[in-house]
């Protein structure tokens, strides 16, 4: 049910599932972080799928460009200059219609 794509060169770690319990218990703040994702995750989700009929192809577009430069400049140590506030954009024109889609 699910499809990935990565947009540049990216690494993958695939636990089995015995092992995350394990790594979990003995790291609760791993358990708790991943929680943490998951909400914000789930959050961004409802948020999308809320707005996707309110939103005309403008908003939609401003907003996947904010959520972009929000999570390129947290998430990636060299995907974000400071001196000129901008980001690394890893999108092709194709990306972001498949995105808006």
Do not use: W
Not at 9 to 22: D, E, G, I, W
Not at 52 to 71: M, P, Q, V
């Amino acid at each position: 049910m699910h499809n990935l794509q990565t947009l540049m060169k990216s690494t993958l770690s695939a636990f089995p599932t015995n092992q995350l319990r394990s790594m979990m218990e003995k790291q609760p703040q791993l358990a708790i972080r991943l929680a943490e994702m998951e909400m914000h995750d789930m959050n961004l989700c409802q948020h999308h799928l809320i707005g996707t009929g309110r939103k005309n192809a403008r908003e939609s577009i401003a907003f996947l460009l904010l959520k972009l430069f929000y999570r390129v400049r947290l998430q990636m140590q060299n995907g974000y200059d400071e001196a000129t506030e901008s980001i690394i954009f890893p999108l092709t024109q194709e990306d972001m219609a498949t995105l808006l889609d």
